[in-house]
């Protein structure tokens, strides 16, 4: 079982920041294992993939869509078993929940969201 936990939405003016979590726990969990994935379902909006970093084992890498390219930052605190996502410049096209995810055992397992609001 893995628990996600996502945090730190709200309220912003577009071209200000804000920093999303994405706190992991659960039987044996270590963050560094662990593939995240960040996604976004705005307002009538199909979910859009934001950004992932992969595991320490395939190299932390990190991967963005192309909208959030230079503006979004995803990183991962080892010691607090949590992902970031670091957003600048935010503009109101960036409102919507966003969602981390993960897969274990063939089971995806997915937060509750925290919504996103960027007023223009």
């Known amino acids: 079982q893995v628990q996600l936990v996502e945090s730190g939405g709200g309220l912003v003016q577009a071209g200000g920041s804000l920093r999303l979590s994405c706190a992991a726990s659960?039987?044996?969990?270590?963050?560094?294992?662990?593939?995240v994935t960040w996604y976004r379902q705005g307002p009538g909006k199909q979910r859009e993939f934001v950004a992932f970093?992969?595991?320490?084992?395939?190299?932390?890498?990190?991967t963005y869509a192309d909208s959030v390219k230079g503006r979004f930052t995803i990183s991962r605190d080892n010691a607090k078993n949590t992902i970031y996502l670091q957003m600048n410049s935010l503009e109101p096209e960036d409102t919507a929940v966003y969602y981390c995810?993960?897969?274990?055992?063939?089971?995806?397992?997915r937060g509750q969201g925290t919504q996103v609001t960027v007023s223009s």
């Open positions: 995810n993960t897969y274990r055992d063939g089971l995806e397992y």
């Open positions: 659960g039987s044996r969990i270590s963050i560094n294992t662990m593939t």
């Open positions: 970093i992969t595991s320490v084992t395939l190299g932390a890498r990190t």
